[in-house]
């Protein structure tokens, strides 16, 4: 169904080309010496899929010779002459009598040549893969083509990586910016040098991303690809020739790219033939805990620990600046408490396991794929330098994985990540649970036996004082989750094989659904079948837990229906939404699949759906209980002890708790559009933790793009949606800055028309204390800096043109890092402008709470 989609659409690509396009296309995919190639003509590979030629990149007038997806010229996967446009159109591209291809300029300069010889007569062709290629006519052999010199793009068949015979190396560059394709800022290359090959960021000569090292199956730090298996098919070899990566389209696939954008992000995308766009599979880095060495030597990252900065120190460390580290700069890292006990060919120390992490660096560790991960344990104690070790791939071993990755440098960059890997980390044995009573033989099995000798009266008191010491520890970091081994534990088993069925899009896996860090990519909604929504409770518990819906547990009244306070038989409080009876759809089936899409959201900065009712006439959602009701309460509050009660450092904990929000909710591949955010719908916990409600008026990104019943609440609606009905992840973006400049002014900007352009001017002046709440505790001086940025970023977010607007993405890394560079926001159009198109009854919406009527989307406000 999907071949034939795109198949559709290539026939009508060809359908609609321009008649003089058409001309060129009589060329096909081959020219050769005397045809040249003008900028008004193009090479279409055999299938159509792939056209070469003249292009101008975004808003530039300057000349490119590139290729791209002939469904999108915006999708341009080379590029010849990135560093020397040709001014006008007069560029040519020819073959030449040495054997190689010339890009002439208007002068008959040569702008580019592919430097290639040959003594008899050669022939380009663009051949299906997207890939140029010059030869010898008649002869197969190559003489050059254009993927063995890549752009910023990974087509399928491409590979990037070493070839130690030959000395070649590929990676990919990033473009300068999106209307200047000469090589920028960022590489993207493939580490050969280390243990393990990984696939890295550059930014000049700073790592900023890695993926992780290979696995044997996948990059360890992007379990992402698992979902999106049955599309595409790694290729990795590793041999003494050479060590590469690449990927193979499966038949029938979409058309799909990988692209190192200007800013420095990973993105794989895949054209969907239904909306006529790319939609992002992947995204990396995909949160703070991707930043490369985020959390400094020894450090570990936590992606749903915003509280703690993300960041802690592994076991048995300590950050080496304390004051650092409380300051949120975790870049020092941390120490070691107890020294390690190891030398004279005898040790105490132990492992301590870490489970589901991407494994830190490797550049520098030692691997051999020939032992197993037993061996590699008794070789790591052995060697006094060893500080970690690691299986080198998580094939076999029964489960447990094979090979041996040790590491005896700094252990940097690690994080937890779903479907990680296990480290084992050594530590002195003062820092290690004891094992459990039933084992001491096993672990004293993998000690070396001057070791178990060695054991005496003194080691029964050192025992019993790190038990005393673990109590403690334990007590005071009950959050963190370590397991424990003396002896190595299965890893858990990844139920993938290259051979076996691979998960399919729509049917996530359980483990998939373990961590709020991503979600599965879906094209299409969770079908009833395959979706495991939260549990249906019946009515009567329901009238139970309310007192029969009383008026006396009412806490919220809404253009779509009452929300009750509910106390279940457990003794826990719950926010029960019972929708307007003038909304219930015959059937439920739209009931249905909001819930369907709710249950498959989690996230610790989202209000958790937690059952839902659907009887006869009633539909009711139940909600976790958030106590301190909600932001607008505060920010906009009468009275100044409640907006005092927010004080700054709760308020950037709140922004950089709904930026994580709408992050997730725009994540990887599913693609949900909040689409009214605002202050009523941000929630508070106990702690002031913000969590995002109402995401049951989102609607899938790919469902469908432009619906014109769409909710939204004045002053928070981007400009191109009030305009155009032109809906994308940036209305999200848009909304996000407005309620961030809310949260720091304390000022609706729904009432105070002026709010964006005053924001900018006190950006721009370098005076937003004026722009600050009066009525919250004066900032101190680091606090103040942290919302000068902040500020900026809320700008850039409600910038005119969507954009100009960054990703969620990008504004959870700038606000959570002091020192990535914010682009200067430009002047923000005067507010009237998105209030006055906002008329009709059916949207306009005088008071914040109400919001206009659809009868697909559920609406209650908490408040
Ligand atoms: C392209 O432009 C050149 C010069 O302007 C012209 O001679 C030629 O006929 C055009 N080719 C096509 C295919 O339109
Ligand atoms: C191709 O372009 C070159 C350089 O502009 C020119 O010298 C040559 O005559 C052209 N050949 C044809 C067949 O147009
Ligand atoms: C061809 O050679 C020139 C001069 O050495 C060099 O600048 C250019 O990058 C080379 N082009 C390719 C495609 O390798
Ligand atoms: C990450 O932090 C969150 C919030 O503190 C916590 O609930 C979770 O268990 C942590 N994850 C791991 C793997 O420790
Ligand atoms: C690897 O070793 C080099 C040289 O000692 C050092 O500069 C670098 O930081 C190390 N890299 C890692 C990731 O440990
Ligand atoms: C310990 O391991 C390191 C790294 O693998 C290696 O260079 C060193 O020779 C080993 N030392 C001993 C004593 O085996």
């Given at each position: 169904?999907?071949?034939?989609?795109?198949?559709?659409?290539?026939?009508?690509?060809?359908?609609?080309?321009?008649?003089?396009?058409?001309?060129?296309?009589?060329?096909?995919?081959?020219?050769?010496?005397?045809?040249?190639?003008?900028?008004?003509?193009?090479?279409?590979?055999?299938?159509?899929?792939?056209?070469?030629?003249?292009?101008?990149?975004?808003?530039?007038?300057?000349?490119?010779?590139?290729?791209?997806?002939?469904?999108?010229?915006?999708?341009?996967?080379?590029?010849?002459?990135?560093?020397?446009?040709v001014n006008d159109n007069s560029g040519v591209l020819m073959v030449s009598d040495a054997g190689s291809l010339l890009l002439l300029d208007g002068s008959g300069q040569i702008v580019w040549s592919s430097n290639s010889t040959s003594n008899s007569p050669v022939e380009a062709q663009l051949i299906n893969s997207g890939d140029l290629v010059l030869r010898n006519r008649g002869s197969t052999t190559m003489l050059w083509h254009s993927f063995d010199y890549p752009s910023n793009v990974l087509l399928s068949g491409m590979k990037v990586g070493n070839d130690f015979w030959s000395g070649a190396e590929w990676h990919l560059t990033s473009w300068r910016s999106a209307d200047d394709p000469s090589p920028g800022a960022y590489r993207r290359v493939l580490d050969t040098t280390g243990g393990l090959p990984d696939n890295v960021v550059w930014q000049g000569n700073a790592k900023t991303f890695r993926t992780g090292p290979w696995n044997g199956l996948w990059f360890s730090g992007i379990p992402e690809v698992?979902?999106?298996?049955?599309?595409?098919?790694?290729?990795?070899?590793?041999?003494?020739?050479?060590?590469t990566y690449g990927y193979i389209v499966k038949p029938g696939s979409a058309p799909t790219y990988v692209v190192l954008t200007?800013?420095?992000?990973?993105?794989?995308?895949?054209?969907?033939?239904?909306?006529?766009?790319?939609?992002?599979?992947?995204?990396?880095?995909?949160?703070?805990?991707?930043?490369?060495?985020?959390?400094?030597?020894?450090?570990?990252?936590?992606?749903?620990?915003?509280?703690?900065?993300?960041c802690s120190c592994l076991k048995g460390f300590s950050p080496a600046s304390p004051s650092a580290w409380n300051m949120k700069?975790?870049?020092?890292?941390?120490?070691?408490?107890?020294?390690?006990?190891?030398?004279?060919?005898?040790?105490?120390?132990?492992?301590?396991?870490?489970?589901?992490?991407?494994?830190?660096?490797?550049?520098?560790?030692?691997?051999?794929?020939?032992?197993?991960?037993?061996?590699?344990?008794?070789?790591?104690?052995?060697?006094?330098?060893?500080?970690?070790?690691?299986?080198a791939d998580i094939r076999g071993g029964g489960g447990g994985g094979s090979g041996c990755v040790m590491w005896t440098d700094d252990?940097?960059?690690?994080?937890?990540?779903?479907?990680?890997?296990?480290?084992?980390?050594?530590?002195?044995?003062?820092?290690?649970?004891?094992?459990?009573?039933?084992?001491?033989?096993?672990?004293?099995?993998q000690f070396p036996t001057a070791v178990v000798a060695g054991a005496s009266a003194a080691a029964v008191v050192a025992i019993l004082i790190a038990l005393l010491i673990l109590v403690v520890v334990r007590k005071r970091r009950r959050r963190r989750r370590y397991t424990i081994s003396a002896a190595p534990v299965p890893a858990p088993v990844v139920p993938y094989t290259e051979h076996q069925p691979s998960p399919t899009p729509s049917a996530p896996s359980a483990d998939h659904q373990l961590s709020p860090a991503w979600s599965v990519p879906s094209v299409e909604p969770p079908s009833p079948a395959s979706a495991r929504t939260v549990p249906c409770v019946k009515l009567s518990s329901l009238k139970e837990a309310t007192g029969n819906f009383s008026k006396s547990n009412i806490i919220g009244i809404g253009g779509f229906g009452i929300v009750y306070e509910g106390h279940l038989l457990d003794g826990r409080k719950v926010a029960v939404k019972r929708l307007h009876s003038s909304l219930i759809d015959e059937g439920g089936e739209t009931f249905m699949r909001e819930v369907e899409v709710m249950s498959t959201l989690k996230h610790d900065k989202l209000?958790?759906?937690?059952?839902?009712?659907?009887?006869?006439?009633?539909?009711?959602l139940v909600y976790e209980y958030m106590k301190n009701k909600s932001l607008n309460i505060y920010i906009f509050g009468e009275d100044p002890r409640l907006r005092a009660l927010l004080n700054w450092e709760r308020r950037l904990q709140i922004i950089r708790g709904v930026a994580m929000g709408v992050s997730y909710l725009h994540g990887l591949c599913k693609e949900v559009i909040h689409r009214d955010l605002k202050p009523s719908n941000i929630l508070l916990d106990d702690n002031w933790r913000p969590k995002i409600a109402?995401?049951?008026?989102?609607?899938?990104?790919?469902?469908?793009?432009?619906?014109?019943?769409?909710?939204?609440t004045a002053g928070y609606t981007a400009p191109e949606y009030i305009l155009e009905r032109y809906l994308t992840l940036k209305c999200d973006v848009y909304s996000f800055g407005v309620i961030l400049l809310e949260i720091v002014s304390g000022q609706r900007n729904r009432t105070t028309p002026?709010?964006?352009?005053?924001?900018?001017?006190?950006?721009?002046?370098?005076?937003?204390?004026?722009?600050?709440?009066?009525?919250?505790?004066?900032?101190?001086?680091?606090?103040?800096?942290?919302?000068?940025?902040?500020?900026?970023?809320?700008?850039?977010?409600?910038?005119?043109?969507?954009?100009?607007?960054?990703?969620?993405?990008?504004?959870?890394?700038?606000?959570?890092?002091?020192?990535?560079?914010?682009?200067?926001?430009?002047?923000?159009?005067?507010?009237g402008r998105t209030e006055s198109p906002l008329r009709g009854a059916d949207r306009s919406s005088t008071q914040e709470g109400a919001s206009g009527t659809s009868r697909d989307s559920y609406t209650i406000y908490l408040t």
């Open positions: 169904m999907e071949a034939t989609c795109s198949y559709l659409l290539l026939l009508s690509f060809f359908l609609l080309l321009p008649p003089r396009a058409f001309a060129a296309g009589a060329v096909a995919d081959t020219f050769s010496k005397g045809r040249n190639i003008t900028d008004n003509e193009t090479l279409v590979s055999a299938d159509g899929a792939f056209t070469m030629g003249f292009f101008s990149p975004g808003v530039s007038t300057k000349r490119y010779l590139g290729i791209w997806f002939s469904v999108s010229i915006d999708a341009v996967c080379w590029v010849a002459n990135r560093g020397r446009p698992l979902s999106y298996s049955s599309l595409i098919e790694y290729r990795m070899e590793i041999n003494s020739r050479q060590v200007d800013t420095g992000m990973v993105k794989r995308l895949v054209w969907d033939a239904k909306t006529q766009a790319w939609q992002t599979y992947y995204q990396g880095p995909r949160d703070v805990c991707d930043v490369y060495g985020k959390c400094g030597a020894f450090g570990l990252c936590n992606s749903s620990a915003a509280a703690t900065s993300f700069d975790t870049s020092g890292g941390c120490r070691r408490n107890v020294k390690l006990d190891c030398g004279g060919g005898r040790t105490t120390d132990g492992f301590l396991l870490l489970h589901a992490v991407k494994l830190p660096d490797t550049h520098n560790a030692t691997v051999d794929k020939s032992i197993t991960v037993d061996e590699c344990r008794a070789r790591c104690l052995a060697n006094c330098s060893c500080l970690a070790y690691a299986a252990i940097v960059d690690l994080r937890y990540v779903d479907q990680g890997q296990d480290m084992y980390l050594r530590l002195a044995k003062i820092e290690l649970p004891l094992p459990p009573p039933s084992s001491p033989s096993s672990s004293s099995r209000a958790q759906l937690l059952s839902y009712c659907h009887e006869g006439n009633e539909r009711i109402d995401f049951g008026t989102t609607k899938q990104f790919v469902v469908d793009q432009t619906d014109p019943t769409l909710v939204q002026m709010l964006l352009s005053n924001a900018w001017e006190s950006w721009n002046q370098g005076t937003i204390n004026e722009l600050l709440d009066s009525d919250v505790a004066h900032p101190k001086p680091e606090l103040l800096f942290e919302l000068e940025r902040c500020v900026q970023i809320g700008l850039l977010c409600v910038q005119q043109s969507p954009d100009d607007r960054p990703t969620m993405a990008a504004v959870v890394t700038m606000l959570n890092s002091n020192i990535s560079p914010i682009p200067p926001p430009k002047r923000p159009v005067p507010d």
